[in-house]
């Protein structure tokens, strides 16, 4: 189980949403750097980086943002946001980022999914946002008529490192995750899943570690993180005993 610090960048700057609404957001932390180098600092192991400008404009908008934190700290990035093309998913993955998630492409251009994830075994994933069960794209700005299990299924064979699937209901929201829904997808498919939305308190680190949540890979922590209702260190102590126990 990796527990996933979110940095999402709007302007420049790591801010938090609520619901996808760009109208809604948060600042807080002016330098999106000195976050990263924090969450590397707690004991971290994998950052999740999301271009939300370039959400919106379906091209990277915070490059050189991301590109500061990629030289900042020494552990692994994913990034999402704007990565609807091959041309720039080979560009992130050459500047160092572990590994893309493609969002919106999924829906539109599954084949650029398939092309890209057997080009670069284990460095595409697959990021499915839910509203009311269907898959929102475009920054969560539409919403279209696929399930994010008929997307799902759409990778199954092709070598997509994970799914990211997150509840835009839950996201920000600090409601505690979609369990539920999360584990119904992994119960479904082979490709490892990460939960995302609404992470909230250590209990949903604990729900996470439980049995019937076996299936999922890791989680993405946000708001609560930055405004102190999850205590990083004692969710990743949570997380290493429940894995030596």
């Not at 560009?91 to 398939?114: C, S």
């Not at 992470?199 to 049995?211: E, G, H, I, T, Y």
Request: aromatic residues 4%.
């Amino acid at each position: 189980m990796i527990l996933f610090p979110a940095i999402d960048l709007k302007d420049g700057q790591a801010v938090r949403l609520q619901q996808g609404d760009m109208a809604c957001a948060t600042v807080f932390n002016r330098d999106p750097t000195a976050q990263a180098q924090m969450f590397e600092r707690q004991g971290f192991e994998y950052l999740h980086l999301v271009d939300l400008d370039g959400a919106f404009a379906g091209k990277p908008m915070n490059a050189q943002a991301v590109e500061r934190i990629l030289t900042a700290v020494k552990i692994p990035v994913q990034l999402g946001g704007g990565i609807r093309d091959r041309a720039t998913i080979e560009a992130w993955l050459g500047k160092g980022v572990a590994r893309v998630i493609i969002g919106t492409a999924a829906v539109r251009d599954p084949e650029l999914v398939r092309e890209a994830a057997r080009a670069h075994p284990g460095r595409v994933a697959v990021g499915l946002d839910a509203r009311d069960g269907k898959v929102a794209v475009e920054g969560w700005a539409e919403t279209s008529e696929l399930s994010a299990l008929d997307i799902a299924r759409r990778f199954e064979d092709v070598g997509v490192a994970a799914i990211v699937y997150t509840d835009v209901a839950r996201d920000g929201m600090l409601k505690g995750l979609n369990l539920d829904a999360t584990i119904a997808l992994a119960n479904e498919i082979a490709t490892p899943v990460i939960a995302s939305g609404g992470l909230a308190s250590l209990n949903d680190v604990r729900a996470l570690l439980a049995p019937r949540a076996r299936k999922l890979t890791g989680a993405i922590a946000g708001r609560a993180l930055y405004d102190g209702r999850l205590d990083a260190v004692a969710a990743l102590d949570l997380i290493r005993s429940a894995q030596t126990a």
